[in-house]
Structure formats: C-alpha cells, structure tokens
C-alpha cells in the first residue's frame, strides 16, 4: 500500500487478525495491531512526513549514531531515508521464517550517506509478526568495504501506554544508567521498579535481556526481548519538553513510553566482512499474569 505521499508500506496479517505496517520510509514499523484490532505502538496525532526528519511513532532506526553523540545527524540517518525490499536477503533461521508474516528490507548507503559516514555497508532488516501476534526486528550490519568501523543503534520503540503515571518498568532494577537530563552523567538504579511522575531520559547499561512494561490501567504487559543490544533507552518528554516538540502533541507524553532496545555505551566494531545482528522480540500479554510469571532473566 502507499502512504506518507506515496512511500510504500508493507501489511503483515498473521491469521488471527494481528497486523504490523512498515514504510520502506526508514525501514519504520509505522503499527502493531493485536488480534482485537488494537493499536500498540504510540504515533503522535501531530506526526508530519517531511523528509528528512523523522515520523514521530512506531520504531525508528537510530543508526549508525544514537543520539546526538557524534559528528551525524541526532540518531543517525537511516530513519530517514528510503529503503527497498530484498528479495533475495540471505536466509534466517528457520525460526525466524516459519509460520510468520515477514518482510525483509535493505539499506545501502548513498553518495551522499558516504560524504557524511564514510563506510559501506549492508543493512538488512527483517520484520516478522507470528501467530502469537509477536513482533520481531531483526537487524544485520554487514562491513562491506575495507576499513573496520563502530556505529552505536537503538529500535527506538515507542510503546502506546494508557496513562504513563500508571506504567512500570521491571527488569532494570540495579543497573547503572547514564542520565541524558545530568549530562550523561552514570547512577545505579535504587527503586524496585521504574515508575514516572517526570521527565525520563536515560540509557540503561547491561540491561537483561528481557524486560517488561506494565500499563496497569489496561491490564497489559509488553515483553521486550532483545539479544546483541546490551543497552535499553527509557524516555518521556513529559509535559515541558511535549510543549517545545512541534510534532508531538502537548499531552500526549501521558500516552506514550519509549524503552529502546539499544547497543549505545559500547558502539559495536566491525571488521571488514563482519555482521552484527541485533533482535527485538516485542510481545503484549494480558497483564493477569504476574510478572514473576514473566521468568525475567537476572532479577535480583
Ligand atoms: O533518549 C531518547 C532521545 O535521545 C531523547 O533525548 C529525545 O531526543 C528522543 O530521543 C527523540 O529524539 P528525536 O530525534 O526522535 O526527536
């Protein structure tokens, strides 16, 4: 289907009705559906399509640069350009194929991309949705030229939630993160669990490789899964900095919750021929299940 004045968006449909979108703007999940029709991924109302910046919701790719932490543009530039569709990607696991919805994407560099990071190479994203409405990105850096390189990336995921003052994230307890609002600065994670009554920006380090975000009010819980992203990104603007996002509606920070599967504290390297690859499994459960019945991996 066309969208964004023409851009290509695929439709994924599993068979019980769930459905994903992507635009081949970005390689952007641009929505997740469960099977009753509900969207799960946050999109602001005031979202606008103006090349070069980025849309506001779903998934961006930040990549080859998170943030604003080095010669590039903030979050690199792969969100905002065009990719195409790979019909002939090298094979997945079997698991990543079989009784899934899929689709697979390339990015290659332009001219213009190699003035400004002057390193070729592949980008293959696959974006599945299984029968159980689960959503998986999977992400693989190919060094084609002849000099190593380092890049940090984030999926930066922005979750739907109901009320953000009713959400909390468990997973991280413990962990060191670095304060986006302190300049960067590092601290350790004191609370049981993550809670919000004000502006979040931060980058957890080491995080676990499953974590979980539970929307109280709407009984759901998100299972993030991630694996070669040792890092997660929480972020809400809150109230002020909602007001000074043009794209971003005043109050729409109580709806939305960014928790970014990432690779940021230690940029991955690779040599000539090197591949990194970096997935993100997301699911919603309904949240009757406790979270001790989420077995998350590394809690204290
Ligand atoms: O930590 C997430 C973050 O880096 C925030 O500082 C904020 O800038 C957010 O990303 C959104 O960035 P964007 O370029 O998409 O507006």
Redesign the pocket.
């Known amino acids: 289907t066309k969208d964004w004045n023409g851009i290509d968006k695929v439709v994924l449909r599993n068979p019980r009705g769930a459905s994903a979108r992507v635009s081949l703007y970005g390689g952007q999940v641009t929505s997740w559906r469960n099977e009753q029709g509900e969207e799960l991924l946050f999109t602001s109302s005031k979202a606008i399509f103006k090349p070069p910046k980025?849309v506001?919701g779903g998934i961006?790719i930040c990549f080859p640069q998170?943030?604003n932490c080095g010669s590039l543009e903030?979050?690199g530039f792969a969100r905002n350009k065009i990719w195409t569709i790979d019909e002939n990607s090298p094979p997945l696991s079997p698991k990543d194929s079989q009784g899934k919805s899929f689709i697979d994407l390339l990015f290659k560099p332009s001219e213009e991309d190699l003035k400004c990071w002057p390193h070729s190479f592949e980008f293959r994203l696959r974006v599945s949705l299984a029968a159980d409405g689960s959503l998986t990105l999977i992400s693989r850096v190919r060094n084609v030229n002849g000099k190593p390189f380092s890049f940090s990336f984030a999926y930066?995921t922005y979750l739907s939630v109901s009320d953000i003052s009713e959400v909390r994230i468990e997973g991280l307890e413990t962990l060191d993160y670095l304060d986006?609002l302190c300049g960067k600065e590092r601290f350790t994670e004191q609370g049981d669990a993550i809670t919000f009554e004000s502006e979040v920006?931060?980058?957890y380090l080491s995080a676990p490789n499953v974590v979980a975000v539970l929307d109280h009010e709407r009984k759901r819980t998100y299972v993030i899964k991630k694996e070669g992203l040792p890092d997660v990104?929480v972020?809400n603007?809150w109230e002020k900095k909602s007001k000074a996002?043009a794209d971003f509606g005043d109050d729409e920070y109580k709806q939305m919750l960014?928790v970014?599967g990432a690779a940021i504290a230690k940029p991955v390297t690779l040599k000539p021929g090197e591949e990194w690859t970096g997935r993100l499994e997301l699911s919603a459960v309904p949240s009757t299940f406790c979270s001790e019945n989420l077995d998350l991996q590394g809690r204290g």
Do not use: K
């Open positions: 980025a506001r961006p998170f943030g903030q979050h930066h986006n920006d931060r980058v990104v972020w603007p996002m960014c970014d």
